[in-house]
């Protein structure tokens, strides 16, 4: 299939391209470099720079190239940000989604995948978080991609859009060539790698005051890989109907564990300091990937929280600048 792939520079689109391309798709790469890295495109991706929010730019993707098939992961990402700068998210996230939902269906493109978040669970009554468990957006940022479910579901009702929603818990390391390169860096497993390298000079724990028995947030951590995969199987079946799934490991670890594993595999010190919690940051986030495993048959192959910091590291120590090398 010939795919656009939003995002494609970014941490996990770069990933997802590598598995496509390797899979025998053929894609091209649409992307702002807003956050991503040309360095991150696959070399056999076909790449174009690009605004979402810009209509004639897209149109002349869909016009050159005959695309088949769309996996949407260009987007603002950060729930912190997004409480500071509501219209960026549930303004911007959602009307370039729009654009892109536009152009494709204007273009007979009905296959859609979209990078959904746990952030839809800010209060979950029962852990691990199904599919059943009551959507509650825990910031402008989970908003953003709930109206993008909503929309999809009602193009799948009226227009015959076939899509996934693949609602990520926390996606970590990375695929022997691509890896986790943001500016500025917010998430937990990155940050922990740079002070292992000597880049920065502690991390920080925000709150150590939950109700959970360390006392810090605990979370699922699902390698990126594994997210990829995912998205290969989604596409897959895409034609045998619409579908949403919740993607994590079903394990989850606290912030303390994740600074151990990473002293254990980096072998180096990583001074640790508490401060506040983060605003928006819910105790516990699992997910149960139940529904994705038994309809597609979806299988983590590297589960551990140790292989997924060790792939980090790895590459990380092969970029310790990351893309700008
Ligand atoms: N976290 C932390 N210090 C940091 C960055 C993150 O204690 O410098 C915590 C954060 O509060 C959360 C967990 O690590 O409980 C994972 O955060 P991250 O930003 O990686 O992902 P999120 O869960 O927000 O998607």
């Known amino acids: 299939m010939k795919i656009l792939v939003t995002g494609g520079a970014g941490y996990i689109g770069s990933v997802v391209v590598e598995q496509l391309i390797a899979g025998g798709h053929q894609v091209v790469v649409f992307d702002n470099f807003y956050q991503g890295h040309r360095a991150a495109i696959h070399p056999e991706a076909r790449c174009v720079e690009g605004n979402l929010n810009n209509r004639s730019a897209l149109r002349q993707v869909f016009e050159n190239d005959t695309i ?9 990402t950060l729930v912190g940000e997004s409480m500071q700068k509501p219209f960026m998210y549930i303004g911007d996230n959602v009307t370039n989604g729009l654009n892109l939902l536009q152009e494709a269906l204007a273009h007979g493109v009905r296959r859609f995948i979209l990078s959904s978040t746990a952030n839809l669970f800010d209060r979950p009554a029962k852990i691990p978080i199904s599919e059943e468990e009551a959507i509650v957006p825990g910031s402008p940022y989970g908003e953003s991609k709930y109206l993008l479910e909503r929309i999809l579901s009602w193009l799948d009702r009226t227009l015959g859009l076939r899509y996934a929603a693949l609602r990520y818990f926390n996606a970590a390391g990375a695929s022997e060539n691509y890896g986790e390169d943001h500016e500025p860096e917010t998430h937990l497993i990155p940050l922990v ?3 292992a390298l000597g880049k920065r000079s502690h991390i920080e724990i925000f709150g150590d005051d939950y109700p ?6 605990i979370r699922d951590y699902i390698h990126v890989i594994d997210l990829a995969q995912a998205h290969i199987l989604a596409l897959e079946a895409l034609d045998r109907g619409s579908r949403v799934y919740n993607l994590g490991n079903g394990q989850g670890f606290s912030v303390r564990q994740v600074i151990d594993v990473a002293r254990n595999i980096t072998g180096r010190p990583i001074p640790e300091r508490v401060g506040p919690r983060r605003p928006g940051d819910p105790a516990v986030l699992i997910a149960s990937s139940e529904k994705i495993r038994q309809e597609l048959g979806w299988q983590p192959k590297h589960p551990s929280l140790e292989s997924i910091i060790q792939s980090a590291w790895q590459w990380h120590l092969r970029n310790p600048n990351g893309y700008e090398n």
């Open 68 to 76: 088949e098939a769309v996996m949407h992961f260009a987007s603002y």
């Open 193 to 195: 790698l740079k002070v």
């Open 212 to 217: 959970t028995p360390d006392g810090t947030c």
